[in-house]
């Protein structure tokens, strides 16, 4: 312990303290009850390995444990379909639950299904679990171990991370994105400006449950071991959370740094390659790349796959045609999303547009299957990294934007917003 119980705490620190055993600090050592435990089908394999083999135990809580096949949804090879295999085996033989081919990006998934929550511990064998953030959820990213032990024990340890303050002033601009607010943020940060930090965001009644999982999503990307945002707006009525009053954090908390960003300044923004945090207004990218050509448009992943996301595509794909040259791929968050778009017409849109529609999961995000880039390539993808290799080829380029920014560029066949695509009749 830094000091004796009393002294102000940020989110990180309460949320460590209520599901520990005593009042902790930034610095401190925390072993803390975990609300949930979820595996992906990629690491799937060696988090059952360590279940039987190295700790020979099956979960504690079953009811906390959860098996999602996302990554490589449907199977792409052999050796992957039996890995997958294995894990509808374990799910059945544990009573853990499993979400399989179809339903969706794990993050996505257990927002719907409930089992992200204000104050609970979301451990997740993905480095986007920071996405649970969005309900004032401790979420982050574990290996296959550290993973196995809390599905195994029901608890786990924690360095309590210090904290970055982010506070959001003004009013969104029109075509302006939580997808661009991120990228800002994480401009200003620097892919290692928060690492092994708890990025705490105060936006007050600003932005849906969606657009709040987008911000904590990209937390990652500078680093951080959490994001955080202050439960507020829908959060506190739209989703029969209970939302206590302890996760607030307190005035006068401390913070290794806080920043601010005024809404009202921003532009829509374009991540470059090879970095997430090389950002640009997408005005300036689209006049200086002029004469580049767009091979493949990706919309979706656990960062922009949601219906919102959908919609705002298909407002400006609506009555257009893709570029010829240009692929346009549309894959939905979750099946619960592609209903949604089914009911109101939006994958009609989409698809007369000229998208093709793949199943819901991960897609080409991490470049193993349903759209690899081939040397050379160009890609614009809502998605979160622009690495080197990251969707293919390590000399294919990529560039992040938001939905809105991705459907112009594949209307247009090379970077573009929105008000660069003409309006249907003219």
Not at 380 to 403: H, W
């Amino acid at each position: 312990m830094n000091q004796a119980a009393g002294r102000p705490q940020t989110m990180a620190e309460k949320i460590l303290t209520q599901r520990g055993s005593q009042v902790v600090y930034a610095g401190d050592l925390a072993v803390v009850e975990v609300d949930q435990v979820m595996v992906v089908d990629s690491i799937a394999q060696s988090f059952i390995e360590r279940m039987q083999r190295d700790l020979d135990a099956a979960p504690k809580f079953p009811e906390r444990v959860s098996i999602v096949i996302d990554h490589v949804a449907p199977a792409s090879t052999v050796s992957v379909a039996q890995a997958q295999k294995e894990a509808r085996e374990y799910a059945a033989q544990t009573g853990v639950r499993l979400f399989d081919v179809g339903r969706g990006i794990c993050h996505q998934v257990l927002m719907e299904e409930g089992l992200a929550r204000p104050g609970w511990i979301v451990l997740g064998s993905d480095s986007h679990s920071t996405t649970y953030g969005a309900v004032a959820a401790f979420g982050t990213g574990m290996g296959a171990t550290d993973i196995a032990l809390a599905a195994a024990s029901g608890k786990t340890w924690l360095k309590v991370p210090e904290s970055v303050k982010v506070t959001f002033t003004g009013d969104l601009r029109p075509g302006v994105t939580a997808k661009d607010v991120a990228l800002e943020m994480i401009r200003v940060l620097g892919a290692d400006g928060a690492t092994y930090q708890s990025i705490e965001m105060h936006a007050g009644d600003r932005f849906t449950r969606g657009e709040r999982m987008t911000l904590a999503n990209l937390c990652v990307e500078a680093g951080a071991k959490v994001g955080l945002v202050v439960p507020g707006g829908e959060i506190l009525t739209g989703y029969g959370y209970d939302v206590p009053e302890w996760v607030y954090p307190d005035d006068n908390a401390t913070y290794v740094q806080v920043i601010e960003i005024n809404l009202s300044t921003l532009n829509p923004r374009m991540a470059a390659p090879n970095e997430v945090d090389n950002v640009y207004d997408v005005a300036d990218l689209r006049d200086q790349l002029r004469d580049t050509h767009v091979d493949q448009v990706f919309i979706g992943t656990c960062t922009n796959g949601r219906i919102e996301d959908l919609h705002a595509a298909a407002d400006v794909l609506r009555g257009q045609r893709v570029a010829v040259g240009t692929r346009l791929l549309v894959i939905p968050a979750s099946s619960e999303v592609m209903e949604q778009a089914m009911v109101d017409g939006t994958l009609l849109t989409l698809q007369r547009a000229g998208a093709v529609l793949g199943t819901p999961g991960c897609g080409p995000c991490m470049g193993r299957h349903q759209g690899v880039l081939a040397p050379g390539e160009v890609c614009v993808s809502t998605s979160n990294r622009n690495f080197i290799g990251r969707m293919g080829d390590k000399d294919a380029r990529i560039y992040l934007a938001s939905p809105a920014v991705a459907a112009a560029t594949a209307v247009m066949g090379r970077i573009a917003l929105p008000e660069d695509v003409l309006p249907v009749g003219a």
